[in-house]
């Protein structure tokens, strides 16, 4: 029997690369979009108009905020597996927009869960939940760890978090959460710091740019590479117990270190070309993310393979090859 996976999210990062790993599986993908003015799906493009995923990826029209949609998606998808990946996600982004992050991101996972106990009970769930939900707490951060978010954006996750849970005590579901840290890739949105500092040193080595403005260079996160990642999302959801698991490198870096390397993968000195503005500086800061995945190791099978120094050379050269069209 074919599987069938519900994506929200799809056009984002991490929703592109799941849609892939699902239809090289032999899934029948099917993925909530927004409505946009403009052409929002270039990164599912590639996939979506391959004449082989012709009938195995459908796309349907829905928002998180909005209730209807979700019912009717899961009505009409029938899925085996549930993929929340759709968010408003970026960090600095909520303390501006706090009550729609909110609705979106702690919301939305409420009113899918609930748009699944009613229509789809049997179908697997996983939440896309976040080190941000850890925030002021010290690292190492794992399953255990006390959570003290600091934004918008790490309290409504955290809100998802807690529904998912409660979903899975109250009604039996098989809902997972997976506590991930950062992950990039090319496909990285242009504003998260490490896009914008790939996007800044291949603007440079063309000549178009000769700097880039930054906020708190002191930051710690975990960078991992996306692709890996989603593999470790399809893995959650094939246990015979659903649980939580925190995906990471266990490497931390300064966000000062991530651009050492994205600068020096092209024989520049970063120091020539970053500068600093308050204006990109959060109201309330996470010092320092630092992932341990051993659970994930240990039940899943999962470990991050690719370095982030790695991870900083390969998006600085999509970005130059992007730029050279
Ligand atoms: P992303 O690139 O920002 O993608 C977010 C996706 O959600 C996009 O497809 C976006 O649609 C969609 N979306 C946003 N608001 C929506 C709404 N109201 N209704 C329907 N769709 C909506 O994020 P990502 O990096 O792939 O991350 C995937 C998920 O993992 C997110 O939930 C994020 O919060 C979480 N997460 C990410 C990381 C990370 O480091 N990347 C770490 C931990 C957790 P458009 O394309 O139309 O904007
Ligand atoms: O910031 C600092 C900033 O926006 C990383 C999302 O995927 O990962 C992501 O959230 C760090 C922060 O990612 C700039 O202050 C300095 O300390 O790339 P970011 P994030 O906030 O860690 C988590 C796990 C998620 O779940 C989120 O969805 O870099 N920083 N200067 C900057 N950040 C940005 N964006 N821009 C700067 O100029």
């Known amino acids: 029997m074919t599987k069938r996976a519900l994506i929200t999210g799809i056009t984002g990062q991490d929703g592109s690369y799941l849609a892939e790993l699902l239809l090289e599986k032999g899934y029948e993908v099917h993925g909530l979009v927004r409505r946009s003015s403009s052409f929002n799906r270039g990164r599912i493009d590639p996939i979506y108009l391959d004449p082989a995923n012709q009938g195995r990826l459908t796309l349907h029209y829905g928002d998180m905020t909005d209730s209807t949609s979700l019912i009717n ?19 600095a982004v909520s303390f ?69 849970i409660n979903y899975r005590e109250a009604y039996d579901l098989y ?60 893995r959650m959801l094939q246990q015979d117990v659903p649980g939580d698991y925190v995906l990471a ?12 390397m994205a600068f020096s993968h092209v024989g520049l000195d970063w120091r020539e070309h970053v500068e600093t503005d308050a204006r990109f500086e959060r109201p309330s800061e996470v010092p320092e993310l630092l992932g341990d995945a051993s659970r994930a190791a240990a039940e899943l099978g999962w470990k991050a393979t690719t370095t982030v120094r790695q991870l900083a050379g390969l998006m600085v050269d999509t970005d130059i090859a992007l730029l050279q069209g």
């Open 73 to 91: 998606v899961v009505r009409e998808s029938r899925p085996d597996e549930v993929y929340n990946l759709a968010a408003q996600s970026h960090v």
């Open 96 to 164: 501006e927009m706090p009550e729609y992050t909110a609705s979106a991101d702690a919301m939305g996972a409420i009113r899918l869960l609930e748009a699944l106990r009613q229509n789809a009970p049997e179908a697997r769930f996983y939440q896309a939940s976040t080190s941000e939900m850890f925030g002021l707490t010290p690292p190492p951060q794992h399953e255990d760890t006390h959570f003290h978010p600091r934004s918008p954006y790490g309290a409504a996750k955290l809100h998802a978090h807690w529904a998912t």
């Open 175 to 234: 809902a997972v959460s997976g506590i991930l840290f950062n992950h990039e890739s090319p496909r990285r949105g242009e504003s998260f710091v490490t896009r914008k500092i790939t996007r800044a040193v291949a603007a440079i080595t063309a000549g178009r740019a000769t700097s880039v403005t930054l906020g708190n260079l002191d930051a710690v996160r975990d960078w991992g590479y996306a692709k890996e990642y989603v593999e470790g999302m399809w």
């Open 249 to 260: 490198t266990g490497v931390g870096t300064t966000v000062r270190d991530f651009a050492e």
